[in-house]
């Protein structure tokens, strides 16, 4: 009973991986000649619609109020952290330091539930690592060289997504459809503030509205998928699993816009690819 659940959660994990990979293609893709805020508003938005028209259809039952207090806070935390990586990044300071986030939100809520739930067997730990390395190899950009200035918010933008894991897991066992929707209303209201008081124009494109609309949907989606993985198995092997999402954004980048990569990314993904089994087996 115990293998079939891990292999629940897993299956869970991955989806969420491929939602949340191609989320960030697409939405990446959008932002291109539209303001990536005003791309995120509308993401947000149609993430929220789509996960509360969804519960309301299938009569889920509303969370507790702490869960959704949990819910809210998560996806406040969540888009705190998108918008100072997305600073990080329009600064030019990013460099070889671009895996920091992805590193960081995967090893904080890895190390809270090894205390919490004990350490999880010596197979996914091994998988635990590989995914580490993959992580690392996958994200880390492949221009310029990082300057230390960048390293702060680098790892407040982590701390940012592992307060994301933490908060969400904290919704228990609550409606996943309600619990993705209320993180939803957390960073809507955060980037809604955002764009409100930002200067300059606030340049989209009706194509990148679509773009974005459609990226928001597989968002939320990737954020119910990984609550039905963490519900469904361990914290820490939820989280490493779904932050496997930039290879899915790397590859999506190599077959539609024809971008190389290198032989690094290529290890990267190998390790991932690796570390899967591995998980699953605890």
């Keep these: 009973m115990h293998i079939f659940s891990q ?36 993401a947000h938005a149609s993430g929220f619609t789509l996960m509360t028209i969804l ?46 986030p992805a590193v960081v939100g995967a090893a904080i809520p890895m190390v809270f539930s ?49 307060g994301f894991f933490l908060c969400i897991s904290r919704t228990g066992q609550s409606d996943a459809l309600w619990s993705a929707s209320e993180s939803r209303v957390g960073s809507l209201i955060l980037v809604g503030i955002v764009v409100l008081l930002r200067p300059g124009r606030r340049l989209l494109t009706w194509r990148s509205a679509a773009w974005g609309l459609m990226a928001g949907c597989l968002d939320s989606t990737g954020t119910f998928l990984f609550i039905r993985a963490q519900q469904s198995g361990r914290l820490d092997s939820a989280v490493v ?13 190599r077959l539609v816009l024809k971008e190389r990569f290198t032989h690094w990314k290529a290890i990267g993904m190998l390790a991932a690819l690796a570390a899967v089994p591995l998980i699953a087996a605890g």
Excluded: C, N
Aim: charged fraction near 5%.
């Design 7 to 42: 292999l629940v959660a897993t299956a869970f994990g991955l989806s969420a991986v491929f939602a949340w990979g191609t989320s960030d293609f697409i939405g990446g893709f959008a932002s291109k000649r539209s303001d990536a805020f005003v791309v995120t508003l509308l």
């Design 114 to 162: 090894i205390f919490t739930q004990g350490l999880p067997g010596f197979l996914p730990m091994v998988g635990f690592l590989l995914a580490g390395v993959g992580i690392w190899l996958i994200s880390r950009s492949e221009h310029g060289t990082g300057t230390i200035e960048g390293l702060p918010l680098a790892l407040l933008a982590g701390v940012g997504f592992a």
């Design 55 to 100: 519960a309301e259809m299938t009569h889920a039952p509303l969370p507790a109020r702490s869960s959704q207090l949990w819910a809210f806070a998560a996806g406040a935390l969540g888009g705190t952290a998108l918008a100072v990586f997305y600073g990080v990044l329009a600064s030019g300071k990013m460099g070889l330091i671009a895996p920091v």
């Design 241 to 253: 699993l779904a932050s496997l999402y930039p290879a899915v954004t790397v590859l999506l980048a």
